[in-house]
């Protein structure tokens, strides 16, 4: 069974930054799209983005377009995101998948993993 944990997570102010990091065991994030969601309490889970197995293309949610970035780092087998400008909205606790393919508005379409611990970012005006 594949497994992911993510890391990163913290509390920041508003308009700071934060890089999320993603690993998994029993996949390799270049054989797989890959990507990231998060969950605010009360609310449902939320693709946030997107990235193919060769690293050449990601998709985003809009509402975080221009202030993420999804990338890997192939020979450490690890997937990323860059969240800048970070904003209240932005509060949620972040997952990452691996699945069959990638949606325009960065969904990790039929995720083959199981749902890790996540990781928690917590944003303050």
């Known amino acids: 069974q594949v497994r992911v944990e993510e890391s990163g997570g913290g509390s920041v102010q508003a308009g700071e930054s934060l890089r999320l990091s993603c690993t998994a065991s029993?996949?390799?994030?270049?054989?797989?799209?890959s990507g990231w969601f998060r969950q605010a309490p009360g609310l449902e889970r939320e693709a946030i983005a997107c990235?193919?197995?060769?690293?050449?293309?990601?998709y985003y949610r809009r509402s975080v377009k221009g202030r993420a970035t999804v990338t890997r780092d192939a020979a450490r087998n690890i997937l990323y995101l860059q969240m800048d400008r970070l904003t209240t909205d932005d509060t949620a606790r972040y997952f990452c998948?691996?699945?069959?393919?990638?949606?325009?508005?960065?969904?990790?379409?039929?995720?083959?993993?199981?749902w890790g611990q996540g990781t928690q970012v917590t944003v303050s005006s």
């Open positions: 990235i193919t197995p060769s690293g050449t293309s990601a």
């Open positions: 998948a691996l699945g069959r393919m990638c949606s325009d508005a960065g969904t990790v379409v039929q995720p083959y993993n199981s």
């Open positions: 029993g996949m390799r994030f270049d054989g797989y799209y």
